[in-house]
């Protein structure tokens, strides 16, 4: 191999490297705006999390009280019927 051919390529390793270099400095720039991005959804999820958590804890509340007006209806209802039934033997 020649002198200047040597110096050429060289010269076209260095110009790689620096190229190389350039491209991982991109991919880091990425990795790091998607590491940040990662982290506000994160936040976002935590908080969805708890307000369905809460909420979770607001149906079983209305659940229990569906419960209970469902009994005194048919309580009601059972009252109802012996009023009718004590109306009727009269």
């Known amino acids: 191999m020649t002198e ?16 190389i270099y350039e491209m991982l ?16 959804l994160d936040e976002r999820l935590t908080g969805l999390d708890e307000r369905l958590t809460g909420l979770d804890g607001r149906v079983v509340g209305l659940d229990e009280r569906v419960a209970g007006i469902d009994e005194k209806v048919t309580d009601l209802g059972e009252n109802m019927a012996t009023v009718l039934e004590l109306l009727r033997a009269r």
């Open 4 to 19: 200047i051919s040597l110096e050429r390529k060289v010269r076209q390793l260095d110009n790689d490297v620096q190229s």
């Open 25 to 40: 400095a991109a991919i880091q720039g990425t990795q790091l705006r998607h590491g940040n991005r990662l982290e506000e």
